[in-house]
């Protein structure tokens, strides 16, 4: 009552407890064994993609177009009458260059010492894709007879028409080998096998299609396969080991 008379504070008759600074419980990182498996599958091809074309050279540019023309049609039909649908035709490239001779040679002086323009190379590349793999031989031997000196093979490659199938078993086994790799880890280290946490993939490095050396086709026996087409898959595979 005097204090209060006196216009001075009270005290409190207890002072309240410091608040208690929270516990946190450390956590641990859970142990991870990283293993890289590896997988292939192989399969028969079922088609092939023929390289062919035509070079022609002549005393002018429009003379050697022209030929290369002709030559070019003749090669196309030929290849439709041995089975390549329309769709399976196309076109890789179209040139048309000059050809240089020295100063003996009589031709269009083109300017540079010692080179003059002796005629002009025209040449037409079409990508031909055979769905009936056993009409390759035929298909090549007919392309070749039609456009005659001027015909041109540059490559032959053989492939599946749907290559997630093969995709799918390589990558299959791929992942059955890293699993059992990481496996064998844990039994090693007395754990067992945890959870999978992270999975990347990588292709194995394997081009496809394969392509066949042009050489290896000849006019009495044509291959109509290189064997079987293999592919394969890599993958890097993070686990918890318990």
Same mark, same amino acid.
């Given at each position: =009552? ?14 309240? &407890? ?25 399969? +028969?091809?079922? =088609? ?10 002549? &005393?002018?540019?429009?003379? +050697? ?17 041995? !089975? ?15 050809? %240089?001779? @020295? @100063? ?32 390759? !031989? ?17 490559? *032959? ?22 699993? +059992?790799? +990481?496996?064998? %880890? ?18 194995? !490095?394997?081009?496809?299609? *394969?392509? =066949? ?17 293999? @592919?394969? *898959?890599?993958?890097?595979?993070? %686990?918890?080991?318990?």
């Amino acid at each position: =009552m005097a204090l209060a008379a006196l216009g001075l504070p009270a005290a409190s008759a207890v002072a309240a &407890p410091a608040a208690a600074p929270p516990v946190t419980a450390a956590v641990q990182a859970p142990t991870t064994v990283t293993v890289t498996g590896t997988g292939s599958a192989t399969a +028969a091809p079922d =088609m092939a993609v023929l390289t062919a074309g035509v070079e022609v050279t002549g &005393p002018t540019a429009d003379q +050697a177009l022209a030929a290369q023309g002709t030559a070019a049609k003749a090669l196309l039909a030929a290849a439709r009458k041995a !089975g390549v649908a329309e769709r399976d035709i196309r076109t890789e490239s179209l040139a048309l260059t000059p050809v %240089y001779g @020295d @100063d003996g040679d009589k031709g269009e002086d083109d300017g540079d010492d010692g080179e003059k323009v002796t005629g002009h190379r025209a040449s037409q590349t079409f990508s031909l894709t055979i769905r009936d793999i056993d009409r390759t !031989g035929a298909v090549i031997q007919a392309v070749v007879d039609a456009a005659g000196d001027a015909a041109r093979i540059q490559a *032959v490659a053989f492939d599946v028409e749907d290559p997630s199938a093969l995709r799918a078993k390589a990558r299959t086994a791929a992942f059955k080998d890293a699993r +059992a790799k +990481a496996t064998q %880890y844990a039994k090693l280290t007395g754990r067992r096998l945890g959870r999978l946490v992270r999975l990347d993939e990588s292709d194995g !490095g394997r081009a496809r299609p *394969v392509q =066949m050396p042009v050489g290896a086709f000849a006019k009495d026996s044509v291959p109509v396969a290189p064997g079987r087409i293999q @592919d394969e *898959v890599s993958v890097t595979a993070v %686990y918890e080991l318990k």
